[in-house]
């Protein structure tokens, strides 16, 4: 039902950074538990940081320490942080509910590679 539009993507060099956006635009965005998900070719779709609507954070293992997940509830806006970018990053990213509330959006493509 929620309309969800991630960008920010791009290619980057490893070792590079790269600022994830998602936007809920018109919505009650405050009200919800957020995270960002990916999925690489050939792989399961995988949650990688998760936000609570107060404000705490969880991360999957693999980004733990490289990646920062945070929201902007008055602009009813996400963003991911990536740094020291992988090129096991590379993928698709997307947004939605925590746990996953609304359809799947476009997602915004994160390339990593020299």
């Known amino acids: 039902q929620v309309q969800l539009v991630e960008s920010g993507g791009g290619l980057v060099q490893p070792g590079g950074s790269l600022r994830l956006s998602c936007a809920a635009p018109?919505?009650?965005?405050?009200?919800?538990?957020m995270g960002w998900y990916r999925q690489a070719p050939g792989k399961q779709r995988e949650e990688v940081a998760g936000?609570?609507?107060?404000?705490?954070?969880n991360y999957a293992d693999s980004v733990n320490g490289r990646f920062t997940i945070s929201r902007d509830n008055a602009k009813n806006m996400v963003y991911l942080q990536m740094n020291s970018l992988k090129p096991e990053d590379t993928a698709v990213y997307y947004c939605?509910?925590?746990?996953?509330?609304?359809?799947w959006g476009q997602g915004t493509q994160v390339t990593v590679s020299s």
């Open positions: 936000i609570t609507r107060r404000g705490t954070t």
């Open positions: 018109g919505s009650s965005f405050s009200v919800y538990a």
């Open positions: 939605n509910g925590r746990p996953p509330y609304t359809y």
